[in-house]
C-alpha cells in the first residue's frame, strides 16, 4: 500500500519535477523570432524582494565621441498567453542620435550607447526569469536598485 502511495506521489509530482529542470523554466515564453535573440536575467533570492528593482539598460557599444547619444526604440511589456508571465520586447533601434557639441583633439573612446527615455524599472522577483527579446546586435544590462529603509514623513501646510 505504501509503495502504491509513493508511486502516486511521483505521478502528481512530475509536472513540477519537469518544471525544475535546466532550460524548462523558459517553456512558456515564445521563442525569438528571426533575426531576434531572448535574453535571460535570473536574479538571485534575496530577504524582502519588494524592497529591489530591476532596471534594463538595453543598447549597443559604439565608438563615440564627447556628445551625449542615444537611440530611440520602444520597449514593449507584453504578457505570456496563459501563463500571466511578463516579457519584454524591443523590435529595433533607430539611430543612434546624439548632441552636436564640437570635440575637438578628443578621441572616440568605446561606450555603450543605450535606448534613450526613462529607465525601465521592474519588479524584482527571483521566482521568474527576465525575458527580454530584442534583435541579435543588442546588447541587454541590468542594475538592481534598492530601497533604503529610512522613510521620512512630507509636511502637511
Not at 519537469?18 to 523570432?33: K, N, Q, R, V
Not at 498567453?81 to 552636436?100: A, F, N, R
Not at 541579435?136 to 512630507?154: G, L, N
Request: glycine share 8%.
Amino acid at each position: 500500500m505504501s509503495d502504491l502511495k509513493h508511486i502516486a506521489t511521483l505521478i502528481a509530482c512530475a509536472p513540477l519535477l519537469a518544471c525544475a529542470s535546466p532550460g524548462t523554466e523558459l517553456a512558456p515564453y515564445p521563442p525569438a523570432e528571426a533575426g531576434h535573440v531572448r535574453q535571460i536575467i535570473q536574479l538571485e533570492p534575496r530577504d524582502d524582494e519588494a524592497s529591489y528593482k530591476v532596471e534594463l539598460i538595453i543598447g549597443k557599444e559604439l565608438e563615440v565621441d564627447c556628445n551625449h547619444h542615444w537611440f530611440g526604440g520602444q520597449l514593449q511589456e507584453k504578457t505570456v498567453s496563459g501563463w500571466g508571465y511578463d516579457y519584454y520586447q524591443l523590435d529595433k533601434l533607430t539611430g543612434p542620435m546624439g548632441t552636436l557639441m564640437d570635440c575637438p583633439g578628443q578621441a572616440k573612446k568605446k561606450a555603450l550607447v543605450t535606448l534613450g527615455g526613462d529607465p525601465t524599472l521592474v519588479r524584482y522577483n527571483s521566482k521568474l526569469p527576465i525575458v527580454v527579446y530584442t534583435p541579435r546586435d543588442v546588447q541587454v544590462s541590468y542594475r538592481i536598485w534598492s530601497a533604503a529603509q529610512e522613510t521620512r514623513k512630507a509636511d502637511q501646510r
